[in-house]
């Protein structure tokens, strides 16, 4: 489904360097899996189901530091209230469409069931944003079956982007957006560690985003490529998850969700009335046994975070632009179409402001 | 299945006076309907779903104001994002157990596409406490339907309380829990009005639990009602709503959503790691058009908040021991029993403490 | 000026036992000091300042972890924004009257200043409650000497308690407060370990104080102990200060001091609109150098949280309690009186409700 | 102290258009003052408060509506306390170096008292940013008078920006920085409001700053203009305060507080762990008089927050980089000078970068 990735292009954003797949699982352990669900009938299904493992071993019994920040909550991620009180992560997390937030929520309940996890009972982390323009949301195309697959199907290695899982109906900024990830490598004065995004990119206004600063959004105008939209602008949301190996206690880890905020402003995300901008991150660094009496954790000094602050900034940056340069023109529900994001245009308006020699 | 409600047995709480039904419902509009599931086969089901619809009207376009707060997060309430950035709750509330949050949270959304509801997407508000011990809750017994059918049945007047709808399989200072209800008549400076609670109660030790101060769960110790838990007691979740007509902009709710807590430490609620205490509190006060350019709503002034929030906290105390005094023994899963709090013990107690003349 | 702790009137409250000072020393390392600021002239000062050193060793560079919770937060406590971002505590803490933060705030980096310590700036954290009742507060007595005093003059070991530092001129359920200490020890099956709390206690109507759940105020009307006030009641504010060893990471920290409001609400405390309900807790089990570039923290299992949440509770409760039997009657500003707790009517109501055999 | 304005010189941010002023007092009634302490004996000061009435009529018995939000809390705004529960303002705000918070806010009680407000407490809102690189801080220059001087010298109209009152001594992105304010007109569904922003800017890496997505920083190099740093970067604050007549509830101000991390961003604030990044916004578009007994409030369509949002952030960007125009290269303690941003270089780079044709 992927056209490009940004790189590709000749193009680059952010001063840090990126880790060896540009992708959230060059964090070790994590692993991502797609349920890509398309089909014509008896419903329109432009949809899907993501899930991320957040790290190796048995996150069921053995937690990792987590925390989350929402910039517009017009969304939904479930399990964040546990999140807040505890601070730690324990499932993994599911991002599909937000009709299907509770089938796939009690999905991963059921996958634990069937795995004999040993825990009474689960607070599941799921996200979601809207691709109702697109897949006929109404019918529910989301099964049980798909979050299953997802979790099944996710390995380590390359992550596919675009049109994919979740993200497979999503919009952004008047283009075809979905799934995008990248990751930078963070040297600070502890030690050097990587942190990756990995997004689900429905949110959004042509006008307002940039690349790297440059008004793209408004040089590849709604004259250039129509816009799917008839009516006002600017709704959608986005889910972001920032994982790092750098050793962080929960608090530390809402510092960073907040800084998800960073990379979407500098592609043109404000926060919208009518966007959900959650963002999770969670480190891999600390593994917490749940029923441990103590547990040994490292705490990053503050003074280290300025760096993992940048890397996460520009790695939800460049994961955002990675999701409009992989997905691809996308006809659903009434025959409704949204066109990706034109990448020989994109190279010409970089090369008029001097982004490419 | 109720036995009876704490007025009937002689005994009060709080100074405050009852509304005419002593129940959420003396808030004018509210609904309560309950769906009780309970069989022995396929699985063994003492679970359900109790739905409350917060005004009369169109909830759906037209939301009252409304805030939550996590007391001890160890639970779910989903929409709760949403509402945290909106203040407007503009759907039903659903309470079910743990396992079925995700079917009941989805059910809503289908049953606004059912009944049309003009609006593409929705974040229900579901919110769950634990009911495995009595209910194979991980056999997934609560299904669209029963979410359908407390929304269907919802009605004002009295409430029944003890064990049904989500109440069903509830714990509660290990006795026989579930749902309980109460109000309180608030006369202040700016007028007069009725706060009203709802509490799904499956919380707490038997060492905590106090009536009117009175350390009751002490008096009736372990040796003269068996409780159902071999192991360290104290889990468990508790979740309140509360209403109230006072003219309340969202974040004098959210205040009031936090006394919900000094009720639930008047009975012997401590919020143990274990519990997720999660308030939601509404005003039918002001009613906010979702597509209103501009609405007019009234803020009640700040001075006038203290006696609400005795009410809230008198609604909260009484609800709760109204579970206790309704909810029935009851024998489930594996045999299991958890036995009602005895009424005659109760009152015997009070009286040694001076509560009964 | 202390009269009697309320165990030394036959009285307890809670179930958990007291470390051997039964106060906030009873955490190593922690040192409290009182200044207390009396005279009629040039204007009448009834104030002053109360300081803690959270533990043994250089505070300004080598932090403790923690949180804090506002359950109505009509007051002030300067340096929160730093405690939840960073979850980290560097400084003493001080609490005085509400006119006099500022003053007390800056002589805190003064202090630090004279004391050349190695960092440029720093966020003090300052707390207050309101005395202008018996007080001129608005001639602004209190003076950076004065918190130089408490700071120079804190000690471990037993606590001055009633109309001491901070407290000297402060008004609890409409009888003379102040300054009251209490400590628990919980056995977890992590380890045991101390809670101890002081509290500069300033709430609250007659009507609502309960101790060990008994109604002594309203058994001690107003016709027995005249009131202070002549308007409504239900105003004030409390402080409330927990510190442990127990080995929390900051996130834990905030949960510890949520559990204040429990013990609050056990003596009658609602969170009035006019009271300023702000807790604060510090574990010294965790010491952070700030400049460390990583620090190795010690994070207890969540579920050994619950023994610590009941000792919180219990210590919040019998501190403020004790602020109630330490202080004196007081004659102040413009020949207002306030009266202390007669201490043989609360050992006849106690006495009567079979709280004494 | 101002050289120029960002659109004196030929340049723009943003789309939509600017107040009359494009200044925060094209919000009626919002009047701004300055008063700047600079001397080299005894103590060397380059320091000052800036004092802003948010509205006209008497702020101190009725309330403009207001939230904020702590973006990276590592700083100082007190009075955020009471901000947060009750969502009113009923001060003026000032903002002054960090070692002064205490006096400025002590002052502003003070000069209540002078005024004979008749409150009995206040809970001031006052924020810093830390100028002792160059001003001896340490030694306490700011005054009780200081802080008078600024609020009695208050005025609407045009705003001195750059080397003025609480920024004198402030560093932005290793250029000099200080008080910057603009505005926008939201032109949205329910009518048409002003945004305006005022900002103490003393944050930011030279690498990182950017106007209207030119890196202007990269290419001012530091070989270019010197920093005044010899260690690593990236520390400070900014503090930003947003007005509007837009009229919003509480919790609508908390969002549009919010949306200056957009601003920021787009600037180049990542939130480093030093930095205190602390955003304010209030609504003169509803007054609340602190005695009613229920006050008429109007709520602005959630929808119609979408522009308001834009406007804030960009209101927020154009106010920063109004204060790096404005400011002087200023020379201080110990002979150390921090450069102004140049000018014509400036406006070099963005023909450069295609942004003047």
New interface residues.
């Given amino acids: 489904m992927a056209r490009a990735r940004l790189r590709d292009l000749g193009l680059r954003t952010g001063?840090l360097p990126p880790g060896p797949l540009n992708a959230i699982t060059d964090v070790a352990g994590v692993r991502v899996g797609h349920a890509t669900v398309v089909h014509d009938a008896p419903a329109v299904a432009r949809t899907g189901v993501t899930a991320i493992w957040p790290a190796g071993g048995d996150i069921w019994t053995n937690a990792v530091t987590a925390g989350f920040h929402?910039?517009?909550?017009?969304?939904?991620?479930?399990?964040?209230?546990?999140l807040?009180?505890?601070?730690?992560l324990a499932t993994p997390v599911c991002i599909t469409n937000?009709?299907?937030?509770?089938?796939?929520?009690?999905?991963v309940?059921?996958y634990a069931?069937r795995e004999r996890v040993p825990r009474?009972?689960?607070?599941p982390v799921?996200a979601e944003t809207?691709d109702?323009w697109l897949s006929e949301?109404?019918r529910?195309p989301v099964m049980t079956a798909h979050a299953f697959a997802a979790l099944d199907g996710a390995t380590g290695g390359a992550v596919a982007e675009g049109c994919v899982g979740g993200g497979t109906g999503m919009i952004c900024h008047e283009f075809k957006g979905g799934i995008g990830t990248a990751s930078r490598v963070a040297a600070?004065?502890?030690?050097t560690w990587t942190v990756g995004a990995l997004v689900q990119a429905n949110y959004g206004s042509r006008?307002?985003l940039?690349v790297?600063?440059?008004?793209v959004g408004r040089e590849i105008g709604r004259d250039v490529v129509p816009s799917h939209r008839d009516g006002p602008a600017?709704g959608g949301s986005i889910i972001v998850v920032l994982a790092t190996d750098a050793?962080l206690?929960?608090?530390q880890c809402q510092?960073l969700a907040?800084?998800a905020?960073?990379g979407l402003?500098?592609v043109g995300?404000?926060?919208?009335?009518?966007s959900?901008d959650?963002f999770l991150a969670f480190s891999t660094g600390n593994r917490?046994?749940?029923?441990?009496?103590?547990?040994?954790?490292?705490?990053?000094?503050?003074?280290?975070?300025?760096t993992l602050?940048?890397a996460a900034?520009e790695a939800t940056e460049e994961a955002i632009v990675n999701a409009l340069t992989a997905a691809e023109t996308t006809t659903g529900r009434s025959g409704r179409t949204v066109h990706a994001l034109p990448l020989d245009r994109l190279q010409d308006v970089m090369r008029?402001?001097?982004r490419i020699e």
Same sequence: chains 1, 2, 3, 4.
Wanted: charged content about 20%; glycine content about 16%.
């Fill in positions: 001063q929402s910039f517009n909550g017009n969304g939904e991620m479930t399990g964040t209230i546990w807040e009180e505890q601070g730690l937000t009709h299907s937030v509770g089938v796939v929520r009690d999905a309940i059921a069931v009474p009972w689960l607070l799921v809207y109702g949301a109404d529910f600070t004065g502890a030690g006008d307002l940039r790297d600063g440059v008004p600017g050793p206690v929960p608090i510092r907040r800084r905020t960073v402003a500098w995300g404000i926060g919208a009335n009518g959900g959650i917490v046994p749940l029923d441990a009496p103590v547990s040994q954790v490292r705490m990053i000094g503050p003074d280290q975070m300025t602050f940048e900034a008029r402001y001097r």
